[in-house]
């Protein structure tokens, strides 16, 4: 065996790798450790879900392993320095799930500013019409320069939407804020000022409890979320207060830990938080952009021997935000 598929590529990315290489595909080690382990001692390489965590314990248990794939970003569950001093290849879809998650946003701004298509959709066909809002002319502030904020920043500013941003890492004069079309401002400027606010940072353990009480203060009365962010990010007790005091109208969050808002705490019971299972990045198209984009990297990594230790997948990224801006400009 060269390749183990512990999580399916598209059924032709699929195939295509296996008439190439040796490949098993095994979804239910997933869920049982110890078989996964007994399962790894002749892979080549291995194409993960993302609740697999990737550990210098379990590269013990692959001693010819030369790459490990994902079909979604983010190396939170990869220790890459063990890959690293292993010489196992990190391989991620990195700009697949980009126009996904940007899709997702954008939905999720216009079902907040909208709610009364919600309650339709959810089945209530005789619910009293409820006065929404539009897009074009409200202020959005775009909070994080993660992939999809690019894209978003594009598609909002279709729309007629000013743009307002924030993001810890990256300086108030750099060159992107414009290219984008947002107007860089502080947090607190920033919070003051939109309508409406996309959270898109890019997470690392220092930012955990970051959307505290003395940040959440700044809120303009009334305002709406919406965020592909790790939930860790918010103090848990400080957005309840928010949403219960009016700072923020409804927030909609995808893919939060599990006991974000489970019974017991502040914001099991608050019904204007919507909380979504990683549907940003859970479309065909990305899946397919992500399958086919692994599938290739695996094939070079094993028959090409190209790249003894990277990230793959973030190279791709500036091509498709240049063909996302060039299609906008014709």
């Known amino acids: 065996m060269n390749i183990l598929l512990v999580e399916r590529l598209l059924p032709e990315a699929q195939e295509w790798l296996g008439a190439r290489h040796n490949v098993e595909c095994r979804p239910e080690l997933a869920a049982d450790l110890s078989a996964l382990r007994k399962a790894l001692y002749n892979a080549q390489a291995l194409v993960l879900p993302r609740k697999v965590v990737v550990t210098r314990d379990l590269l013990d ?9 994902r079909l979604h970003a983010g190396t939170d569950n990869t220790d890459l320095e063990a890959c690293r001093d292993r010489g196992v290849r990190v391989i991620q879809a990195g700009s697949a799930n980009v ?5 997702y946003l954008l939905t999720g701004l216009l079902l907040l500013y909208r709610r009364g298509i919600a309650a ?33 920043a594009l598609m909002l500013g279709s729309l007629g939407v000013k743009l307002v941003g924030y993001d810890p890492a990256v300086h108030r004069n750099a ?15 920033v919070l003051a000022q939109a309508d409406a606010v996309s959270l898109q940072v890019m997470y690392a353990s220092r930012y955990q409890g970051f959307f505290n009480d003395r940040v959440l203060a700044h809120c303009r ?23 219960t005091d009016g700072r923020i109208e409804a927030c909609m969050l995808d893919g939060a830990d599990a006991g974000f808002a489970a ?56 091509d498709f935000f240049d063909s996302q801006r060039a299609g906008l400009s014709r």
């Open 221 to 243: 009365p009334g305002q709406l979320w919406v965020g592909i962010s790790r939930s860790e990010l918010f103090d848990a007790q400080a957005l309840a207060a928010a949403l």
């Open 120 to 152: 339709a959709l959810a089945g209530d066909r005789h619910a009293e019409p409820r006065l929404g809002r539009e897009l074009h002319g409200s202020t959005v502030g775009i909070v994080g320069l993660a992939p999809a904020a690019h894209a978003l």
């Open 61 to 69: 248990f692959a001693p010819v392993l030369r790459a490990v794939a």
């Open 99 to 103: 126009r996904s998650n940007a899709e």
């Open 263 to 318: 019974r017991g705490t502040p914001l099991h019971e608050l019904r204007n938080l919507v909380l979504t299972p990683r549907l940003g990045s859970h479309t065909r198209e990305a899946r397919q952009r992500a399958s086919w984009y692994v599938a290739h990297r695996l094939h070079d990594t094993l028959a090409l021997g190209a790249g003894a230790f990277d990230v793959s997948g973030v190279e791709e990224t500036a």
């Open 175 to 189: 060159p992107l804020w414009q290219s984008l079309g947002i107007q860089p401002l502080s947090l607190p400027e």
